[in-house]
């Protein structure tokens, strides 16, 4: 009788850690689905051909151009922004970078106005396509987890829409 209780405790205590580990399993292919759904450019391939650098994105489920890159060396996530003058990087990204704030300035967001601060990039890259000496703006009211990646940097850049692709090309100088 108490050994039928042991086994029967200790079956109930597999089959929970059974569920526990399924229910990480799943979380974590879901999260990773999510993730590729969000940003789908995760890997960057480059074609570079007579001397032309080429990069291939693809848009997002949202209908936005979202892609993995480097400011400075370091790991972020841009959303590409046509409509937006400047690099945008909300405060929590630049205080991980580690970058400088300079003059402040007026900027008009889809929130409103707002501050923002002056910065530099050394170096902005989305695959093998980079750019040295950047201008943007480090912007505390941004509440997206993202850099807006936006004309500071496209205007050096050609870039193409077709159907879901941003083609991105850059020039030799």
């Known amino acids: 009788m108490q050994e039928e209780r042991e086994q029967r405790r200790l079956g109930v205590g597999m089959q929970a850690i059974a569920w526990l580990i399924l229910m990480v399993l799943l979380v974590a292919y879901f999260s990773d689905l ?3 759904q969000h940003n789908p450019n995760q890997r960057i391939d480059t074609v570079i051909e ?10 997002n489920r949202f209908g936005h151009y979202v892609t993995s890159g480097t400011i400075n060396g370091e790991a972020v996530v841009f959303m590409l922004d046509t409509g937006a003058t400047g690099v945008a990087i909300p405060e929590a990204i630049a205080e991980r970078l580690g970058l400088v704030r300079g003059r402040a300035f007026r900027t008009q967001t889809a929130n409103g106005p707002s501050t923002s601060w002056a910065t530099r990039l050394d170096r902005v890259s989305i695959g093998d396509i980079s750019l040295d000496n950047v201008s943007a703006g480090i912007t505390p009211g941004l509440q ?11 205007k050096h850049i050609e870039f193409t829409q077709r159907g879901d692709q941003l083609i991105l090309r850059q020039y030799r100088e």
């Open 144 to 154: 997206i987890d993202e850099v807006l990646l936006g004309m500071s940097f496209l």
């Open 50 to 59: 007579d001397g032309v650098r080429e990069v291939v994105l693809q848009r």
């Open 34 to 36: 999510l993730d590729r």
